[in-house]
């Protein structure tokens, strides 16, 4: 595997063009975080087409995919297929959101279990992540609290990376969620979306410290012998 590329695999989420591809076509400011330069840099020197890991679109990150999506028609599944293009060192995944809706903790906790088996038979790390909360309803505000316990038991099973991206929104204000309560909010500077500034300013909203625990997470397993 390559290992200065990665995939991103999620919902609509990581679909967004909020997720890293303002890193990929060099639209930020990293404030504090200057020592993540080299890793950036790292990671969009390769060329995808005419993308990079940041800002290319996934063959397995779609708006509603719960993570039973991903694994569907195997073995020519959308997670195979992502890997297959991309040959990644690195996977990041991010399902539950919509789990919430369409399925059951057993039933993410079983998928997200396969998932990971898949990505690591391939010679790839997956990196987990937790979900953020759902603030459209108490009962999906509960349901996210359990499938972040099982997000995190799958990590702590197959001892796989997990970024938790969930405790990084709780001290933000609304905890990073737009008016939906469904998604991240980003930051806006004079209306524009500006998602990889990580200055303390545009670290108050959720895409941004998404973007920011995902290139930490990146910057961490990189640095692993």
Request: aromatic fraction near 8%; glycine fraction near 8%; include cysteine.
């Amino acid at each position: 595997m390559r290992d200065d590329v990665f995939a991103k695999l999620g919902d609509s989420i990581t679909e967004s063009g909020s997720f890293l591809f303002d890193i990929g076509e060099g639209w930020y400011e990293l404030g504090a975080f200057t020592a993540l330069e080299p890793t950036i840099r790292h990671f969009r020197a390769r060329a995808l087409g005419d993308r990079n890991s940041f800002n290319r679109p996934s063959e397995c990150a779609t708006a509603g995919w719960t993570a039973a999506r991903a694994l569907e028609n195997d073995p020519s599944s959308p997670l195979r297929n992502e890997l297959a293009a991309t040959r990644p060192a690195y996977a990041l995944v991010m399902y539950g959101t919509n789990d919430i809706d369409q399925a059951t903790p057993d039933a993410l906790q079983t998928n997200l279990t396969r998932i990971a088996e898949i990505i690591e038979a391939n010679g790839t790390v997956p990196i987990l992540s937790t979900i953020p909360d759902r603030t459209d309803r108490s009962a999906a505000g509960a349901l996210a609290l359990t499938m972040n316990q099982r997000i995190r038991a799958v990590a702590a099973a197959r001892r796989v990376p997990l970024m938790d991206y969930w405790a990084a929104l709780q001290p933000l204000p609304a905890r990073g969620m737009d008016g939906d309560g469904i998604h991240p909010n980003v930051y806006r500077n004079n209306g524009d979306a500006q998602a990889g500034d990580f200055t303390s300013a545009g670290l108050r909203f959720g895409y941004n410290m998404r973007n920011l625990v995902a290139i930490l997470a990146l910057d961490r397993v990189r640095a692993i012998p």
